[in-house]
Every structure is written in C-alpha cells, then in structure tokens.
C-alpha cells in the first residue's frame, strides 16, 4: 500500500512568489492535513479536510490556503511567499472521519525562500 | 488552549542505557496522547498512543503512560538501540479538533 505522497519534494522560491505544494493521501484516505515544521516554531497545524470540507485552520495568515479533490488529493498555496515560509511542509492522511489522531505522514515537502 | 511541553534535547546515550523523554500537556478536555517519531531523513511515524487516564501505550519497546493527575505522557525504554536515534515529538489531540498538538521534539543519538 503506498504511503502519502507530497510533490515536489524540494523546492526554491524568491519572496512575493507563491507556491503550491501538493498531496496525494494513502489511497481510501479521505482527511488530510498539513504541518509547517520550522527549527523555531517546531510543528505547527495548518488546515485539516475531509471530504473536500475544511473542518480546521490554524492561526496562520490568510496567505496561506488549501483545498481537497473529490479524489482526496490536498494541495495548499502560499502566495507572497517571505522569508519565514521556509520549512518543511508536511501532509498527513487518516482512515478515520473522526478525530483519532492517529496519522500517517509524508516526507514533506522543503521550501525555501530567498 | 492545548499545548504540550518536552523536555529538550538533544539527549546522547550509549546502546543498553535506559531512555525517558519527560512529556506534559495542558487540555481543556479530555484529550488523547501520543507520541511520534521522526527518523533521519524519513517522515513522522506514530510510535505509541493512549486515549484515557491510565492507560498504558507501547510499541517496539517503548512504553508511555497517560498520567492525568499530573497531566504527563513520559516516553521511556529500557533498553535504547544504536537504531533508536531520532527526534520525538509528544503530541495530543481534542476530540472535534482535528488537529494535532506537538510538543518541541527531542533529539535522540544513541552511541554504539
């Protein structure tokens, strides 16, 4: 059974760029969600869905965004991108509808921003 | 609102020794607890989880218990391996939340 699978994998940007990254859960997975993971912040909650639905969003700006396919594939945006969107982005993909916090992570996707 | 605190790293021991990564959380409900593993180079992996006060999550040698008098979640390991190097993160999660909450991840090398 394949794992989650985020595209690209590395990827450079100059600021006021934007950027979208993208998400391909383990197949029959229908919540996906996306961490930023930075050195200073550590692991931070960026949206949750199901079902194409947003059920969360975390306290990030409204630069950043994300939406889900009737497939369950997830991709997020980053428009005028700064220099603190450096990360990895990391997506995330659960068999549960509900809330069991048991999920399975990508390799994530390493964004950097000059 | 939830967080979740560890104790910060990095931590170095020799193979056999004995680990704990001290873990505590704050929830305004009744959370369920976990914790994760991140192994060099590869995405976070779930290590072990408990859903209720007491109980007791294991997985390859690893053991936490879910401490709700003391809001805590240590991770421990009797017997720590060269393979065991990684970061850890303890995380909790609130029923209707959605979400995770991480704590700052401990780095783990463990010496031949």
């Known amino acids: 059974k394949a794992g989650v699978t985020q595209t690209p994998r590395y990827l450079i940007k100059t600021r006021g760029q934007q950027v979208t990254l993208s998400c391909s859960p383990i197949?029959?997975?229908?919540?996906v969600s996306w961490y930023q993971q930075t050195p200073g912040q550590g692991l931070q909650f960026l949206f949750e869905?199901?079902?194409?639905?947003?059920?969360n969003k975390g306290n990030f700006p409204g630069r950043f965004s994300g939406r889900q396919f009737s497939n369950s594939r997830s991709e997020m945006n980053v428009s005028t991108l700064e220099l603190g969107d450096s990360a990895l982005y990391l997506c995330?993909?659960?068999?549960?509808?509900?809330?069991?916090?048991?999920?399975?992570f990508g390799e994530g996707s390493r964004l950097t921003v000059l | 609102g939830d967080s979740v605190t560890q104790m910060e790293g990095p931590v170095t021991l020799s193979e056999e020794a004995f680990l704990t990564i001290n873990c505590t959380y704050t929830a305004t409900g009744y959370p369920s607890l976990f914790w994760y593993v991140q192994y060099p180079g590869e995405g976070l992996q779930l290590l072990l989880k408990?859903?209720?006060?007491?109980d007791k999550g294991s997985n390859k040698g690893f053991e936490a218990t879910y401490r709700k008098e003391t809001t805590s979640f240590h991770l421990e390991k009797g017997s720590v391996q060269v393979s065991d190097s990684a970061v850890y993160f303890c995380?909790?999660?609130?029923?209707?939340?959605?979400?995770?909450?991480f704590g700052a991840g401990t780095t783990v090398t463990v010496r031949a």
């Open positions: 995330a993909s659960s068999g549960h509808r509900a809330n069991t916090g048991e999920l399975f």
């Open positions: 869905y199901f079902s194409e639905t947003q059920r």
């Open positions: 197949s029959g997975h229908r919540s």
């Open positions: 995380a909790l999660s609130d029923s209707g939340d959605y979400k995770l909450s």
């Open positions: 408990a859903t209720k006060a007491d």
